[in-house]
């Protein structure tokens, strides 16, 4: 069988290479089959080894593939937030149709535009989200497709991430035998695929505890207005379990799949089970209570350094709460210790498609959700985009071929004076410099709707 009409979400993570297949026919989503395989040459999520890595990924797919009787020949990849870098993106042109009607090619002329000169510092554009645009000085445009104008401008946003780290994703990729559909920016997706509308509007912060590495993003009024990385996760547990108990790092995984807890209150010291330590001839004894402290331990170390960030910026009381997902939140015991840290208003995301219910997918499903329902200016915008990681560095596009009854465009919203730069790995300054600018940001836009 063929992909026709069949979306594949590649999800690279640390720890598991996760793919989700999804069927669409525009009316209907269904998720037909899932794949998984051990990491390999990643670490911190980053590649360090191509062809380690295009194995994993291939391994998986090829379990994927098997489940759903299809053919895989192109993904949409996610890309992690390190090192991300949001910036304001504008363009303009000129509009050369004869009847001056605007058209998607006009579109993708105008984001050309609007991309040219940021990618620098060997930085890459990954996404662009349009705020609006404008014609002939008509500001507030959602889609200006068959508009009438003489002068089309775009305002936006642009997400740039390390050009190495997106090389070495593409590469490990195409080595595994596929194409890269599109890229898609995780916690960008993920924002606008988990959260509802009232969490995007009003402000929320999603936690994706993964497994090498957290990542914290900040959505208010439909934007990803910050966020930022701390690279430790559900294998930094595993590896304090692994060197406290004195056992091989697959004997502390399979007991924390198995016996783990990430409140010790709700763990047992009753609870008892066997243990192979490294140079001892006999199996030692140890109970789940004692092991959910040392669960709780790294957790409790990973969300002071969450809330340290979020209090810099402000982002502590946002009506929307906390949303927490991926891998390392399916520990039993997880949603009451984020309370514990975070207090009441927080919730937990998992898929409810049958057969995918475990947090641990909620990247990868997010990727093919995002992706089945884009707007025609969506796809135009992100074709643009994909053009700047085509082999041959093409930078003009094809022309688009216009298809009747376009979607509403989602609905986004900045202070076009804002200009937001993020580094997980930026120190106090970095977080003293523009506090009090991301702080006045959510402050002007409340103060918009009251």
């Known amino acids: 069988m063929s992909q026709t009409g069949v979306t594949v979400g590649l999800d690279i993570g640390a720890t598991l290479i996760k793919v989700v297949v999804a069927q669409t026919d525009g009316q209907h989503f269904n998720v037909i089959a899932t794949g998984n395989a051990p990491s390999r040459g990643i670490r911190n999520g980053i590649i360090v080894d191509i062809n380690e890595t295009a194995s994993a990924i ?4 090829d379990y994927a593939r098997e489940k759903a009787n299809i053919e895989i020949q192109e993904v949409v990849v996610g890309l992690p937030a390190n090192q991300l870098e949001i910036s304001n993106a504008d363009g303009l042109v000129s509009i050369e149709n004869q009847n001056k009607r605007i058209t998607y090619n006009d ?30 000085g008509f500001d507030g445009v959602k889609d200006p497709n068959d508009m009438i104008g003489v002068r089309l401008e775009l305002r936006g946003l642009a997400y740039l991430g390390p050009s190495k780290m ?17 890229f898609v920016l995780a916690p960008l997706v993920m924002g606008e695929t988990i959260l509802n509308d009232g969490e ?32 430790e996760g559900g294998d930094n547990v595993t590896r304090d379990i692994s060197t406290v108990l004195g056992i091989s790092y697959n004997d502390a995984e399979n007991i924390k799949r198995d016996h783990g807890f990430a409140t010790p209150s709700q ?28 669960i709780a331990a790294r957790l409790g170390q990973i969300y002071d350094r969450v809330i340290e960030r979020l209090k ?18 399916a520990l039993p015991g997880s949603l009451a210790f984020a309370k514990e840290r975070l207090g009441d208003n927080v919730h937990m995301s998992v898929p409810d498609q049958i057969g995918l219910r475990h947090p641990a997918y909620s990247r990868a499903l997010s990727y093919v959700l995002f992706n089945s329902s884009e707007t025609q200016l969506q796809e135009v915008v992100k074709r643009v985009l994909m053009a700047q990681f085509d082999e041959e560095g093409a930078s003009h596009v ?40 991301i702080t006045n940001l959510f402050k002007e836009e409340d103060d918009e709707k009251k």
């Open 107 to 136: 579109v993708a002329n105008v984001t050309e535009q609007a991309l040219a000169g940021l990618s620098n510092n060997g930085k890459e554009v990954i996404e662009l989200v349009p705020s609006d645009f404008v014609v002939d």
């Open 398 to 437: 094809a022309p688009y071929h216009q298809v009747s009854g376009a979607d509403e465009a989602i609905e986004t919203q900045i202070d076009e004076e804002d200009e937001i730069y993020v580094d997980e790995q930026a120190g106090g300054g970095f977080l003293n410099r523009w506090r009090t600018r």
């Open 166 to 182: 997106i090389d070495n994703i593409r590469m490990a990729v195409q080595k595994a035998g596929l194409r890269v559909k599109e």
């Open 58 to 61: 291939r391994q998986a797919i």
């Open 267 to 294: 763990a047992s010291a009753n609870q008892t089970f066997f243990i192979e330590v490294v140079g001892e001839n006999e199996a030692q004894i140890t109970n789940e209570e004692y092991l959910a402290e040392i």
């Open 200 to 231: 995007q509007d009003f402000g929320s912060v999603l936690i994706d505890l993964g497994g090498g590495q957290t990542t914290v993003s900040v959505i208010h009024d439909h934007q990803l207005k910050f966020t930022f990385v701390d690279p």
């Open 312 to 329: 810099f910026i402000g982002a502590m009381d946002l009506p929307g709460g906390f949303i927490i997902t991926g891998g390392n939140s």
